[in-house]
């Protein structure tokens, strides 16, 4: 029986590798985009325009942004759930608000009592090889406080030993 559930979660690392990005190019129409990718997963309102979140992947490892300009007509399209959105966060600034704006709907959300913390976690792909979660930890007034990275838990094959 193990094995069942190892192949399965192999069946479903792997397929995280195969996940492309959107169809969409800069200049299609609001439009064009939720005709081809479906209603978005959340919509934020920029100062230059919306933008619309598409989680892609097993479990939200991969969230692509769609950035509009004013006309509604595509500026960008990004994957989130990267080293350089992550690194983007700024620490003792950001808000919950800038959070989500730069990597989505977490995956997770849980407390650590002990400093108040409110905590958003976000599964992604290390090196794009391993399974892992990023922790964004914000005060009681919404602030980033601290980010730590370590491995998603999910699949961690030691859990299916039972």
Known sequence: MRHVWK???????????????????????????????GRPSATYQLADGPEFEYNRGPLAQQAWMVRFDRSG??????????????????????????????LGQPSETTRVFLNDYEVWSYRYKENDVWNSMMHVFFDHDGRVRMMQSGPDRLYDERRLDF
């Not at 190019?25 to 064009?32: K, L, N």
């Not at 994957?79 to 959105?85: G, M, T």
């Open 73 to 102: 007509r595509v500026l960008s399209a990004r994957q989130v759930r990267s080293p350089e959105a992550f690194n983007s966060i700024r620490i003792g600034e950001a808000r919950k608000k800038d959070v989500l704006e730069t």
């Open 7 to 37: 192949t399965g979660l192999a069946v479903l690392a792997l397929s995280a590798c195969a996940t492309p990005a959107p169809p969409v190019t800069p200049g299609q129409t609001e439009q064009a985009v939720v005709a081809q990718l």
